[in-house]
């Protein structure tokens, strides 16, 4: 089922397995609208959620659909310092992680090439964003949702900030520190607890990019979403809480199963 509020779609499935499935056939579904018209794909995509990648591989390789003119652009990447990203080799990884997930899962024949495969590097942020402008802008920006409302790695401004929410919403990509929120709860999903051994830096894509996609797709997997969500439906746009920033986007949809919407939407 859908329900439309505040001009945000969402759409509520029964179980987690299912947001994943949605997600991945939200992909390919993006993907042969413009493999028809002969146009170029272009994404931004998570490393969290990525059960849907395995899934979109599976569907992929099936049905011989071609990634030859698809590109994602990676949301954002762990760093080790403010001056370099996390090894690729370290489990933590998001480069590694879409290589496990997805591209040594698709079809060699089918896969896009690496120069298509891009990830935000530091020093190189402004190449990064005038390369999603010199391919037309995103067709779809994929993401979950943070335990503070950010969107990637784009942090919740802190209740003492007076950055304004245009200023916000303008922000490009950069490199910044993880909030102790967000290593915690990365640390409690991925880490075994090892809130120590987090990494204190990324390099995220910006709020800029993010909010001027064609389509934005956010699904929540975890039942503790269900607070930042509530609030970024129904709070004033801020830079405290950045999902409440993608309001300002027309063609948001947010899919969840029902143990999340229950008692916010439903």
Known sequence: MEKVINQVTCRVVEEEWDVYFDMALTMLEEILLHNKKGE??????PVGPT????????????????LKRVHFFNMDEYMTTPEAVIPREDPLSFYGRMEREFYERVDPQLVMP????????PQREAEYDQRIADLGGVDLCLGGLG???????????????????????????????????????????????????????????????????????????????????????????????PATL?????????????????????
Not at 40 to 45: E, F, G, Q, R, S
Not at 114 to 121: D, E, I
Not at 195 to 200: A, E, H
Not at 246 to 266: D, H, Q, T
């Open 40 to 45: 170029d794909t272009v994404m931004i995509v």
């Open 51 to 66: 059960q849907q990648y395995p899934i979109l591989a599976q569907m992929v390789n099936r049905l011989r659909v071609s």
């Open 114 to 121: 690496k120069s298509q495969r891009h990830f935000p590097q």
């Open 147 to 241: 335990i503070n409302g950010h969107v990637a790695f784009n942090e919740a401004a802190g209740e003492d900030d007076p950055i304004t929410a245009d200023a916000f919403a303008a922000l490009n990509t950069r490199i910044l520190p993880v909030s102790r929120e967000t290593k915690t709860m990365n640390a409690y999903g991925y880490q075994r607890g090892d809130l120590q051994g987090m990494p204190r830096w990324c390099i995220t894509v910006g709020m800029n990019q993010i909010l001027h996609a064609r389509k934005i797709y956010i699904a929540l997997n975890r039942p503790w979403q269900a607070g930042p969500f509530r609030h970024a439906l129904y709070d004033e746009p801020c830079g405290q809480l």
């Open 246 to 266: 993608l309001r300002r986007n027309k063609n948001v949809c947010y899919c969840m199963p029902k143990s999340i919407a229950e008692g916010v939407i439903l």
